[in-house]
């Protein structure tokens, strides 16, 4: 059986087939180590201090409603793990909380709850973008979205909001 690990609303999230139950908390480092201004990918984000335990035991049964083409899953959240993927998802939680609050782009980054290398990457690739959005987003994007970008964590495939784990 395969789970389904991805972020939520800034929480990790593992979706699991009915009658299954597991939880890897797997997911630590950056993306692939390639791109991210020489910082080591294991110091990337900070060493968690909670991971959801092996089967899930004791996370948090949500119900979000049916899987695709028909089925019935179990919906599981620890909201206090804090490996790289939930660090990584708080941090542009953190961000779009920001923006959602009509905040200025840039402003909402350096302000966001992200690694000080990805602050300032961010600011480097829109710098003299002005009031130019698209850029602006083009950034986030290839800071944090993008494959291969620095600040995206081992274990995150493109931008999905679930994603299958092996």
């Known amino acids: 059986m395969q789970s389904i690990r991805g972020i939520l609303f800034g929480v990790a999230l593992t979706v699991l087939p009915l009658g299954a139950c597991t939880c890897d908390g797997k997911g630590g480092g950056s993306n692939n180590g390639s791109n991210n201004g020489g910082i080591d990918p294991d110091e990337m984000w900070a060493e968690p201090t909670h991971v959801a335990p092996e089967g899930c035991e004791g996370c948090e049964e949500i119900s979000l409603g049916t899987l695709g083409h028909g089925s019935d899953g179990t919906f599981l959240v620890d909201r206090e793990a804090d490996d790289a993927i939930s660090q990584w998802a708080k941090c542009l939680h953190s961000y ?38 698209e850029a602006k987003f083009a950034a986030i994007d290839d800071v944090f979205l993008n494959e291969g970008a620095p600040c995206k964590p081992e274990g995150v495939e493109g931008f999905e909001m679930l994603e299958a784990m092996p």
Do not use: H, I, N, W
């Open 96 to 133: 779009m909380d920001c923006v959602d609050a009509d905040g200025d782009q840039d402003s909402c980054v350096a302000g966001s709850t992200c690694p000080g290398f990805c602050k300032a990457e961010y600011a480097r690739l829109a710098e003299g973008s002005g009031d130019d959005l």
